[in-house]
T-cell receptor
Framework: DIQMTQSPSSVSASVGDRVTITCRATQPIGDWVAWFQQKPGEAPKLLIF???TLQSGVPSRFSGSGSGTDFTLTISSLQPEDFATYYC?????????FGQGTRLEIK | EVRLVESGGAVVQPGGSLRLSCGVS????????MHWVRQVPGRGLEWVSLISWDGSRTYYADSVKGRFIMSRDNSKNSLSLEMKSLRGEDTAMYYCGKDRQGGSGSYYVDKWGQGTVVIVAS
C-alpha cells in the first residue's frame, strides 16, 4: 500500500499568516493527490484534487502543488474559519490511503 | 443540493453483524461510483470500500475484505454496507461518499455524508 506522511502533525498560526503543509508518498503517484479539510464534528470537505485543482466553491487562498512523491497545501492568508485538521490522500491506486492529518491551531 | 444521509449505526457485540445504509439526493446517483470511509474518533481517515456506478465492481480494504459487502440500488438512490464478524477495531464513524466520476471512480470523494457511528463492544 502507498503510505502518505504529512508534516507537521500540528501547527500554530495567526490570522493572516501563510501556512504550508506537506505530504510525502512512499512511491511516485503522479499528481493523484487530494487535500481535505475537517472541522470538529463535521465530515471531511474536499479542497483540492489532482494535486492542484481547486474544488468548486473553495476559496482561492487555498492552493496545492507537487507531483511524484512530494506535495504541498498552502493557505495564503489564514482566515478564522480555516482552523481545522487537514488530510492528504492518494488517488493513484487502491487502497486509497490518507495522511495522518495536520491540525492547524490558532496561535 | 447534494445530500448523503447515512443510517444504521449502532452498538453491536464482537462477532455480530450490522447493515449501514446511505440515501442520496441532489445528483444523478447512477452516474457515479461511491465509497465508504471510516474514522475512529480523534483519529485519521481509513478508506473502506468502493463500488462502481452500476454495482458490478466492488473493492475493499484488506482490513474488511471477506467481512464487509458493499452494494447499491440505483432505483432507490441508496447504498449499503453489510458488515459481519465485527471486531473492536471496526468501531468508528462511517461516512458514505460520492466519487467525482462514474465507472469505477477517480478515487476522489467530493461529497460526504455526516456519518453514522458503529461501536463494537461487549
Amino acid at each position: 500500500d502507498i503510505q502518505m506522511t504529512q508534516s507537521p502533525s500540528s501547527v500554530s498560526a495567526s490570522v493572516g499568516d501563510r501556512v504550508t503543509i506537506t505530504c510525502r508518498a512512499t512511491q511516485p503517484i503522479g499528481d493523484w493527490v487530494a487535500w481535505f479539510q475537517q472541522k470538529p464534528g463535521e465530515a471531511p470537505k474536499l479542497l483540492i484534487f489532482a494535486a492542484s485543482t481547486l474544488q468548486s466553491g473553495v476559496p482561492s487562498r487555498f492552493s496545492g502543488s507537487g507531483s511524484g512523491t512530494d506535495f504541498t497545501l498552502t493557505i495564503s492568508s489564514l482566515q478564522p474559519e480555516d482552523f481545522a485538521t487537514y488530510y492528504c490522500q492518494q488517488a493513484h491506486k487502491l487502497p486509497i490511503t490518507f495522511g495522518q492529518g495536520t491540525r492547524l491551531e490558532i496561535k | 443540493e447534494v445530500r448523503l444521509v447515512e443510517s444504521g449505526g449502532a452498538v453491536v457485540q464482537p462477532g455480530g453483524s450490522l447493515r449501514l445504509s446511505c440515501g442520496v439526493s441532489g445528483f444523478s446517483f447512477d452516474d457515479y461510483a461511491m465509497h465508504w470511509v471510516r474514522q475512529v474518533p480523534g483519529r485519521g481517515l481509513e478508506w473502506v470500500s468502493l463500488i462502481s456506478w452500476d454495482g458490478s465492481r466492488t473493492y475493499y480494504a484488506d482490513s474488511v475484505k471477506g467481512r464487509f459487502i458493499m452494494s447499491r440500488d440505483n432505483s432507490k438512490n441508496s447504498l449499503s454496507l453489510e458488515m459481519k464478524s465485527l471486531r473492536g477495531e471496526d468501531t468508528a464513524m462511517y461516512y458514505c461518499g460520492k466519487d467525482r466520476q462514474g465507472g469505477s471512480g477517480s478515487y476522489y470523494v467530493d461529497k460526504w455524508g455526516q456519518g453514522t457511528v458503529v461501536i463494537v463492544a461487549s
